[in-house]
T-cell receptor
Framework: ELKVEQNPLFLSMQEGKNYTIYCNYS?????LYWYRQDPGKSLESLFV?????AVKQEGRLMASLDTKARLSTLHITAAVHDLSATYFC??????????FGEGTQLTVNP | DVKVTQSSRYLVKRTGEKVFLECVQD?????MFWYRQDPGLGLRLIYF???????EKGDIPEGYSVSREKKERFSLILESASTNQTSMYLC??????????????FGEGSRLTVL
């Protein structure tokens, strides 16, 4: 059974700081997705990582995938309040479904 | 843009009632999914479908059934709602490419309260 673990689950940071969210998974996969969810809203796709070494960047967020380590990271650079949300990683190991991590609730304080 | 539309944003039902949650997508996607989301438990897959009239159980199918009579529509049915089915229900769809699931596109969610 595939397990996907994120850490930290809760992250409170100050504006302007950098931080990294980690996503570990338990079985072989080279397809990993990052989503964002604002309070009371649905999930919005952020990044699609489809191979070992894949790196994607948008604005202050950068995601990477290391399939050998079974690890993806979501790096936040110079955080701003608008990045406050819950971030989920999801792994496709079967070709038919995604398994989600528990989510990381990020709060960026002024 | 992909649009996934869930029929009801908020529902309040009584224990024992039959509940239908409807989901429609407009991108001709093969795959459709129903998840429920609860605080501290993340997203859990209830059922999914990779083709018309096909369905597969997810991780927590008990107490639920689904129907996919048309490619664009995937319905979640609670035959006899119970209070432990109070939750946020999220529908998603994806296209199939090169044999993998593909990026999921989510609807706005349906928040169900069972009294």
């Amino acid at each position: 059974e595939l397990k996907v673990e994120q850490n930290p689950l809760f992250l409170s940071m100050q504006e302007g700081k950098n931080y990294t969210i980690y996503c570990n998974y338990s079985t072989t996969s080279d397809r990993l997705y990052w989503y964002r969810q604002d309070p009371g809203k649905s999930l919005e796709s952020l990044f699609v990582l489809l191979s070992n070494g894949a790196v994607k960047q948008e604005g202050r967020l950068m995601a990477s995938l290391d399939t050998k380590a079974r690890l993806s990271t979501l790096h936040i650079t110079a955080a701003v309040h608008d990045l406050s949300a819950t971030y989920f990683c999801a792994v496709d190991s079967s070709g038919s479904r995604l398994t989600f991590g528990e989510g990381t609730q990020l709060t960026v304080n002024p | 843009d992909v649009k996934v539309t869930q029929s009801s944003r908020y529902l309040v039902k009584r224990t024992g009632e039959k509940v239908f949650l409807e989901c429609v997508q407009d991108m001709d996607h093969e795959n459709m999914f129903w998840y429920r989301q609860d605080p501290g438990l993340g997203l859990r897959l209830i059922y999914f479908s990779y083709d018309v009239k096909m369905k597969e159980k997810g991780d927590i199918p008990e107490g639920y059934s689904v129907s996919r009579e048309k490619k664009e529509r995937f319905s979640l049915i609670l035959e006899s709602a119970s209070t432990n089915q109070t939750s946020m229900y999220l529908c998603a769809s994806s296209g199939r490419a090169r044999g993998f699931t593909g990026e999921l596109f989510f609807g706005e969610g349906s928040r169900l309260t069972v009294l």
